[in-house]
Each structure stands twice: as C-alpha cells, then as structure tokens.
C-alpha cells in the first residue's frame, strides 16, 4: 500500500507484522480491524470468508463472535502466524487455505453470509480489483455483507494535501525497501458499487485514508 507501503517488507518478517503495522498507521489498522468485524455483524454459526487473513488478527475476532470461518492467504509465513494465533478450535469453526484472492472462484457459489477483505485491495490492479470484488458477490447469499477496509485517497482539497504531505517519507522509505509500491484505491466505495453491491455505509479515519466500506448482496 503507497501510505502503507512497508506492509509489504513486514509481511516479509510476519512476526514483526502486527507491531509494525500498527507503528506506520499510528494504531489506524487496530480500529480498521475491529471495525471491519463489527460492520460484518456476525451471528454466532454465520459464515465469513476472509480473504488476505495476514497473521488472523481479523480472523480472531470473528470466531471470537462465534463465525465459522475459511479464512485465505497467499503466503504461507502469514497463515502460519495465523495459525498460532488462533490455537485450538471446535471442529470445522475455521479453515486456512493458501491461496490467492483471484482464486476464490473455485469456493462454492452462495456460501457464505459475509466476506470480509482488510488491507488487500490496495494491493491489486484495479481490474483484479474488479474480478474479486465480482467473484465476492458470487460467493454470498442474498442479503449477504461484503465488508472491505482499506486505504484510498482522502477527500479532495486541504486533507489530500496533508495525505501527500504525511505519505512523502513512507513511500520513499518503502520503495528503498521493496523496490515497489502499491497505491490508494481512488474510489472504492464506487467499485464495490459497479460490482453489483448495494452501499450500505463508509468510514474513514487517518485524514481520510483509512476507510471501511459495507455492500451488501441484493435479496
């Protein structure tokens, strides 16, 4: 992610991942996380697919609030992180799978209540964007949740200015360690929209650039 632009180095050092994170979104990603569960609303025995889980601080509170979850990454260091985080589960309450999130197609179609997606769609182009956000839907029951936190472009005019001004050091940080950097999503509240979602509600919080998005299946 361009503002978040080391992620991509941390993800390198999962177990400095959590800390680090929270450290480059000043605790942003700590409330993006809780957030993302809550505006998920999950029942317990709902079913959620996470897709980009990291180390499964997501995936903790939702079977904290009694999900059962398949929750996927493509890295294999990340779920293992994962994986000691969570510990001992009842039985079938939740499922790692390596893969990426352009392989959801091959999940069974309107399986899941809701689909969770935090910090990873800043890191696709915008046509993969597209396909997994359109493959989500396919996923979900009529009525279901799709829940995306991420980073975008603040507001247009003083709070853009201050994004540009905040992320100058980050990105120059980054690309000295990754070579590359990912860019804030433009309009994602418009792409979950062109996607068939119907727009529930938006958050945002960092001057604008951290937000949490809810569409929601058409019954």
Not at 142 to 155: C, I, Q, T
Request: with cysteine.
């Amino acid at each position: 992610m361009s503002s978040l632009a080391l992620m991509r180095w941390l993800e390198g050092t999962p177990g400095r991942y959590d800390a680090g994170m929270r450290f480059i979104t000043f605790g942003g990603v700590t409330k993006l996380h809780r957030a993302v569960v809550a505006a998920a609303v999950v029942k317990p025995g709902d079913r959620v697919l996470e897709i980009g889980c990291g180390t499964g601080s997501v995936t903790r509170l939702l079977l904290d609030r009694g999900a059962v979850v398949t929750a996927i990454d493509q890295s294999p260091e990340m779920l293992e992180q994962a994986r000691e985080r969570i510990g001992d589960e009842p039985s079938g309450a939740i499922r790692f799978i390596e893969q990426t999130a352009s392989e959801i197609d091959a999940l069974t179609e309107a399986s899941f209540d809701s689909v969770v997606l935090s910090l990873c769609l800043s890191d696709m182009s915008a046509s993969e964007r597209a396909y997994v956000l359109r493959a989500a839907r396919r996923l979900l029951v009529p009525g279901g949740r799709l829940v995306a936190g991420d980073e975008v472009h603040a507001p247009r005019g003083p709070l853009r200015l201050l994004q540009l001004l905040w992320r100058i050091p980050q990105a120059i940080f980054g690309w000295l360690l990754v070579g590359a950097l990912s860019h804030p999503i433009e309009d994602l509240g418009g792409e979950i929209r062109a996607a068939g979602y119907s727009h529930r509600s938006e958050q945002r919080w960092m001057l604008g650039s951290l937000a949490l998005f809810v569409g929601e299946v058409p019954r």
